[in-house]
């Protein structure tokens, strides 16, 4: 089936392009580090930005205030299938910074071996990948005056800090954000050209505890021997937490976990995916996680409990003989199935009390946000449609694949608004989201921003 | 035996205490954190505030440069028999600077429920102890004119950062630096008011290594699961560092170890050491060392592996969902007996090795200092003289005691220029040197002034 309406705002969106990539570096150049209070004012200038550009689109556009981080919502009001369309614009803090080879707030456009890409922070997760939704638009009402669809935009400026204002903002403001289907653009593709509409996500638990020794910091000569060391205690208790197969060890921990069906199993080994490469590419010969599980399931459909920061005592230049009065762990743990965080929670608590020797004293202080895992309803006309839109842009069957990463946004969607949602991203594995030199590449940019054209004739059709 | 040069001596140090501490107070404002780069002048400036000191002793005194910190240099032209005494003025780092309840380099005379206490870092470790000696010999010289003894002051400021220059300056200038008997105060009283002369120092091993799992840093979602986290790597390490009685589970590591001898073992039960204050200070019911040994032998005839500082990953406020590239620890071992340090160190490295999952890697980084145990030559006469000059004093039997500090210049002395040495300290196990709110009784150096006094009039008689 061809759409008329179509060619046009794809060449329109190809002559644009040295534009789009230029309001995209604009973009990239504001610190909008959410989890970090110092950036606070940084995530309301960008949030400025995108409603004013949203507005520059005849889009009704305003940054909306929360508690933290503003929100951006904008209505359309064209006609057509109403679309809710979701990114975020905060992104991940950027240490270790010596790490980066450019500053990762002052973008480039780089030519690599792979082809050009555009290299800094949010460059992917999830600046990028929100302007490819955007700039669609752009092109759309360049060339016809108007959007294909009554579409509302909704921009959230917390997700890489645990989403604090999310579901209040979601419940306060439910009819001004319910449309027949939310569209998401936060994901990436299962291998390089092989555009992918993610089905099922895992969840996410955070949480953070501190193990206290010794009253005070001690002096390991006077003191070592008798002296409880927390950072030994951390350690031992760290180690419990994974049994010799890469189990996770606390009792109770798979409660709700589920074996994937023999067909989804035969879907994810057809979708391309090459192990090797996904491996290699950031310096392994073998998968580490759960014996027995291929490395796609490890990482869609198998939970996780990973440690992201493991600290105490002295860090800095020569050394210290000093045992200190505590260590310190941030863990976070990737849900499937019906796994359910508040319970999972009180285990691994339960778990860590157990371990605890006399004397050791532990405190947790983690923000208690957590989300459960996510499965779409593929089942909608929306998802065939958008599956045969992205096969003829990318020339390559898409395919529904899971997700490790969490977006609960997908699930609260579903609980809040009872909207379901569809996931269709464009980043790529070694996009090296949330670590040091993050990129994009031009392709997924380019070719993201006419697969959303092709999206919004096929829903609007 | 009472010594007629003694008593006007003693008066003086009463009448000038006042002077004494406020001298005392201007060196301890000086921040000679001799670990931090950042901190090399103020180490010069304290090199030089004691070298002027000195002079005003009429001692013939200098900075001398090493490629690190100064050493200071001073001889006295009296007759007697010639004694070195070595201190040094160099100080621990002061984090976690947040639990000072005072800056740790504006020093304070504060009223306790356990009497007057000079509130500072470097109060007690050394800066203190070491001036009790010079104070001793100031109260001396306005007395008498003169000094009892041919004295030679040995000031190092490397002691706290594993000494590099010493042994280099130390065989360089030998003929400069030998004396009969080298006199150390830098090691502490058994229990409070006990006068304790140290027989047996434990030696010292520094290491630190860094494991490096995936080439970059990784999203926990997109490779939570596969990916091999090298906080979970470290912390597995570092608990395989010891087995559930407290043992260290190194191979090879209780080589050269020996127990002590029933003798010693009666002296130290009887040397007034009250093991639950020891430990309710810091806040311990119980000694959590090596099971089968009381907790004077596990500080110090038991050696030990301690981690002093272990860490990798997100560190900040709120939470990242990264498995880092890298994590780091920084380890020490005490050594008794016969214990090689450079062969313990290979043991050790051999150990983690052995650890390593697939795709890990190991990188040592630990500056290379290294010092076996020290045992003292306790038959020679001046240990009887000093030990019934501070009996005297304290009006308690002076006792020979172990540390579970490692002081190598004592071995140094005895290795480089065959001289032996007696260590003498008034700090007490609450001082907390090396953690926040370090202090020193004003008890400890007031009486350790006299003391001092005492046993050079002992020494010289």
Redesign the interface.
């Known amino acids: 089936m061809t759409d008329a309406r179509l060619d046009p705002v794809l060449d329109r969106i190809d002559a644009e392009l040295p534009a789009a990539l230029d309001r995209l570096m604009t973009l990239l150049r504001i610190p909008s580090i959410s989890?970090?209070?110092a950036h606070a004012e940084d995530c309301a200038r960008t949030a400025d930005w995108l409603a004013e550009d949203l507005k520059s689109l005849g889009i009704d556009a305003a940054p909306r205030p929360t508690t933290g981080h503003p929100m951006v919502v904008g209505h359309g009001q064209d006609a057509g299938p109403h679309l809710l369309f979701y990114g975020h614009y905060d992104v991940?803090?950027v240490?270790?910074l010596d790490?980066w080879k450019t500053p990762p707030f002052e973008p480039e456009m780089q030519e690599t071996t792979h082809g050009k890409v555009i290299r800094g922070r949010g460059a992917s997760d999830d600046k990028g990948q929100l302007m490819t939704f955007v700039e669609a638009c752009r092109a759309w009402k360049a060339v016809h005056g108007s959007l294909p669809a009554q579409i509302t935009f909704f921009f959230e400026g917390e997700e890489?800090?645990?989403s604090p204002s999310l579901i209040p903002f979601m419940k306060e403001h439910a009819a001004d954000l319910t449309a027949d289907i939310a569209l998401i653009c936060d994901t990436?593709m299962v291998s390089p050209g092989v555009p992918s509409i993610a089905s099922q996500l895992?969840g996410?638990l955070?949480d953070?505890f501190t193990i206290t020794?010794?009253?005070?910091?001690?002096?390991?000569?006077?003191?070592?021997?008798?002296?409880?060391?927390p950072?030994?205690e951390?350690?031992?208790?760290?180690?419990s937490?994974?049994d010799a197969d890469g189990r996770v060890a606390v009792e109770g921990f798979y409660e709700g976990v589920d074996e994937i069906s023999d067909e989804l199993k035969r879907q994810w080994e057809n979708s391309g995916f090459d192990e090797r490469t996904?491996?290699e590419?950031?310096?392994?010969?073998?998968?580490?996680?759960?014996a027995g599980y291929s490395?796609l399931e490890?990482?869609w459909s198998?939970p996780?409990l990973?440690?992201?920061?493991?600290?105490?005592?002295?860090?800095?230049?020569?050394?210290?003989?000093?045992?200190?009065s505590q260590?310190?762990c941030?863990i976070?743990c990737?849900l499937v199935g019906d796994m359910d965080p508040d319970k999972l929670r009180q285990k691994i608590r339960a778990h860590v009390a157990a371990q605890l020797?006399?004397?050791a004293k532990v405190t947790w202080d983690?923000?208690l946000d957590g989300a459960p895992a996510a499965v779409m309803n593929t089942d909608r006309p929306e998802f065939e449609a958008a599956r045969q839109a992205l096969t003829d842009e990318w020339n390559r069957e898409a395919v529904l694949v899971g997700?490790?990463?969490?977006i609960p946004i997908a699930g609260y969607f579903k609980d809040i608004l009872d909207m379901d949602a569809m996931l269709i991203g464009f980043a790529k594995?070694d996009d090296?989201?949330?670590?040091?030199?993050e990129k994009y590449d031009v392709e997924s940019f380019h070719k993201g921003i006419r697969s959303w054209a092709r999206v919004l004739a096929a829903l609007s059709a």
């Open positions: 989890t970090d209070p991940q803090p240490d270790p790490q890489e800090s645990g990436s895992r996410m955070k953070e020794g010794p009253r005070i910091d001690l002096h390991s000569g006077h003191y070592g021997g008798p002296a409880l060391n950072l030994k951390i350690a031992r208790i760290v180690a937490f994974h996904y491996l590419s950031v310096g392994f010969t073998q998968s580490h996680g759960e490395t490890q990482q198998r996780t990973e440690v992201n920061g493991l600290w105490g005592g002295y860090m800095g230049p020569g050394s210290k003989t000093v045992i200190p260590a310190h941030k976070t990737r020797s006399p004397d983690g923000d997700m490790g990463g969490s594995d090296a989201i949330h670590s040091p030199n």
